[in-house]
């Protein structure tokens, strides 16, 4: 098959949702497929400065290339990575199967011919925090064949009348796994993404840190992420501005706890690379986590919106060794069912059902 994946912008700094397209289209072409990651410049029309924006760093990625993920992942030599103006029937090529990656890339591919592809939905999250409610619903029911990656994502297909595949998040066990037992590390190591966009959380994980501070003055935590060091952190909060692999494992590993206060989630990936890794998880009860969070069992669940919330669980796992490295290592064996080669075949079968 000859497989467009339709991106939608340039994959130059690292974002959960364009890992998997990627790990899917290298695992893809290794399979025979011919794939085609498409990524445009832009996917809707904005204002005339943001455009003239959008039309001059279009010749810019397109000289220097600066569209791939070069940084921070590496596509196979056979898939073929475009960088296009826009998302029209003349700039994307013939396909077999065309696959939008995110609400606003569907909404620009409804109109493509045939030709391109027959037309697929990889939901990845109900993107109600990148768009407004009815405009990304509107998606979900557009004539597209939906791939879901959570059970609360089908939930939602479901509730609309639309059929959808369930295909689960998969894990490269090569990239990520334990280096440093968890009943040999710092109890009081803990790690968290930083994201400063709102549903990520991480304001409410902060304001825990300082409350817990108190109780626990050993206490040292470890941030990472994309955006710039937030400001005003203390000397015991560390930050690791977009880490390469080798340098996220090792922290993975020094860390004893893992916390993810996200508001929502499609099925996340740091939380999971953690319990790859050997640390404890604490996490929002929301439905990304619960697919591989069980309550007590896997990790400490907790409501949302709350850091005494956060306070009560991380205190659970703070104060008792035992309980932190149990659940270190039941997680540890629950992710380990995440395979990449069950994730491709299941992906590859529904791309080729004619259901």
């Not at 003239?52 to 791939?68: A, E, H, P, V």
């Not at 941030?223 to 996220?248: H, I």
């Amino acid at each position: 098959m000859t497989i467009n994946f339709i991106l939608p912008f340039a994959g130059n700094k690292p974002i959960g949702g364009f890992k998997i397209v990627y790990e899917y289209a290298n695992r893809l072409a290794e399979k025979g497929h011919i794939v085609n990651l498409i990524h445009p410049s832009y996917t809707f029309k904005e204002s005339a400065l943001n455009n003239t924006k959008y039309f001059l760093r279009y010749y810019q990625r397109k000289l220097d290339k600066s569209y791939n993920p070069d940084g921070w992942f590496q596509l196979d030599p056979k898939v073929n990575s475009l960088w296009i103006r826009e998302i029209s029937n003349d700039n994307v090529p013939d396909g077999d199967v065309l696959i939008a990656t995110a609400w606003r890339t569907v909404t620009c591919s409804q109109n493509l011919e045939r030709s391109k592809g027959e037309k697929f939905y990889f939901i990845q999250h109900h993107e109600t925090w990148n768009g407004p409610e009815d405009e990304v619903n509107a998606t979900w029911k557009m004539p597209f064949k939906k791939i879901v990656i959570s059970g609360w994502l089908k939930d939602i297909a479901d509730s609309m009348g639309e059929k959808a595949y369930y295909v689960p998040n998969a894990f490269d066990f090569s990239e990520f796994g334990i280096d440093v037992l968890p009943e040999n590390r710092d109890r009081n190591k803990v790690m968290m993404l930083y994201n400063d966009l709102e549903f990520k959380g991480s304001e409410y994980g902060l304001q825990a840190f300082k409350k817990l501070k108190a109780d626990f003055p050993e206490l040292e935590i470890t941030l990472f992420g994309v955006p710039q060091k937030p400001d005003g952190l203390p000397g015991w909060m560390k930050y690791y501005q977009t880490p390469e692999r080798l340098l996220l494992r090792k922290l993975y590993n020094d860390s004893s706890v893992f916390l993810s206060p996200s508001l929502a989630e499609g099925f996340p990936l740091p939380p999971a690379e953690a319990m790859m890794c050997g640390a404890a998880l604490a996490c929002t009860d929301i439905g990304g986590h619960r697919e591989y969070a069980r309550d007590n069992e896997t990790a400490i669940l907790f409501k949302p919106k709350d850091s005494d919330e956060v306070v009560n669980a991380l205190k659970k796992l703070l104060s008792d060794d035992e309980s932190r490295i149990r659940l270190a290592y039941k997680g540890n064996e629950f992710i380990k069912q995440f395979t990449w080669e069950k994730a491709v075949n299941n992906f590859e079968k529904v791309l080729e059902s004619n259901e």
